[in-house]
Structure formats: C-alpha cells, structure tokens
C-alpha cells in the first residue's frame, strides 16, 4: 500500500513563495500520475496541478498557471510544488494525491479519481 507524506507548509507573505514535497512510500509511485489539490475551510477540495507518470507532461488549474509548477523525481518517490507569488487566496491545507495510472486525462483534475492520499500541509498566506 503507498503512504504519502507532505511536508513543506507554512506562513508566507503575499508575493512569497513555498515548495512542498510529497514522499511517496512502496513500488507504484514511478507508474502512478501524481496530483496535488488544495481545501480551504468552508470550501471543496479543488485541483491545483497533476504530473504524469514521468514527469514529461502536466497540468495546472488556470488559478495557478504562471505562479506554481509540478515535478516529480522517480528515483526520489517524490513529487514536488514549486508555489510563487502566492497570493492571500491560496490560503489552504494542500494535498497530495496519487492515482495508478500512467497518462494525464480531462479525469486527472478530479479528486475522486485518485487512489490515495497523504495527510495534507498548511499553508497561509498573509496580506
């Protein structure tokens, strides 16, 4: 069974930045895209960024394109989010999600099509 741990949350300043990590425990990590999505309180879990199999494509929520990236290190089991010029509004606890498949889909921005999930990570940002 895969385990997924954040880390890298905190408190940022508007205009700041953050990268958080997802360590990915067990053999399906490297055949498995890997999704990152955010819930702040009150509101739904929503899609921020998703990483194919091998890190040679990926996709991004229009509210984060031009400020956040994906990357992946297979050798690593680690997936990253690389988060610039954050903004008040990306307030949220942030997690890391994993599905067993190889290609992204119009599905991959979807919650409930991923097949595990790490704890989640803070992250505030201040004004």
């Known amino acids: 069974q895969v385990q997924l741990v954040e880390s890298g949350g905190g408190l940022v300043q508007a205009g700041g930045s953050l990268r958080l990590s997802c360590a990915a425990s067990?053999?399906?990590?490297?055949?498995?895209?890997m999704g990152w999505f955010r819930q702040a309180p009150g509101k739904e879990r929503e899609f921020v960024a998703a990483?194919?199999?091998?890190?040679?494509?990926?996709s991004l929520a229009d509210s984060v394109k031009g400020r956040f990236s994906i990357s992946r290190d297979n050798v690593k089991n680690t997936v990253y989010l690389q988060m610039n010029s954050l903004k008040p509004e990306d307030t949220a606890v942030y997690y890391c999600?994993?599905?067993?498949?190889?290609?992204?889909?119009?599905?991959?921005?979807?919650?409930?099509?991923?097949?595990?999930w790490g704890q989640g990570t803070q992250v505030t940002v201040s004004s």
């Open positions: 999600g994993g599905r067993l498949q190889l290609l992204l889909g119009r599905d991959s921005s979807q919650s409930s099509e991923y097949d595990y």
């Open positions: 990483i194919n199999y091998n890190g040679g494509s990926t």
């Open positions: 067990g053999r399906t990590f490297s055949s498995s895209i």
